[in-house]
Nanobody
């Protein structure tokens, strides 16, 4: 069983920055892909960023150039650095983990990010 715990959400003004962290239990962390999703009120959950065990990344078009996903396998932690935040980035952000080539299997409880305009 893998447990994921997010932290770092909060309230920030437009143009500001936040860094989300997600700590994972279990020894499989370094072998699995990690991702950040978000869900805004009334909208479907969407993939924000993904990072493979090799460190390859991909991003939603809406966050390219502003958000950066990274991982520290020694600390079993994945990060999402969010810069130049916009009101439309307001959402609950979820951390996810999954096996290489497979779907995300484990999810965190979510952390709220609110960007005031």
């Amino acid at each position: 069983q893998v447990q994921l715990v997010e932290s770092g959400g909060g309230l920030v003004q437009a143009g500001g920055s936040l860094r989300l962290s997600c700590g994972a239990s279990g020894s499989i962390f370094s072998f699995w892909a990690m991702g950040w999703y978000r869900q805004a009120p009334g909208k479907q959950r969407e993939l924000v960023a993904r990072i493979t065990k090799y460190g390859s990344t991909n991003y939603a078009d809406s966050v390219k150039g502003r958000f950066t996903i990274s991982r520290d396998n020694g600390k079993n932690t994945v990060y999402l650095q969010m810069n130049s935040l916009k009101a439309e980035d307001t959402a609950v952000y979820y951390c996810a983990a999954g096996p290489p080539g497979g779907s995300f299997k484990y999810w965190g409880q979510g952390t709220q990010v609110t960007v005031s305009s």
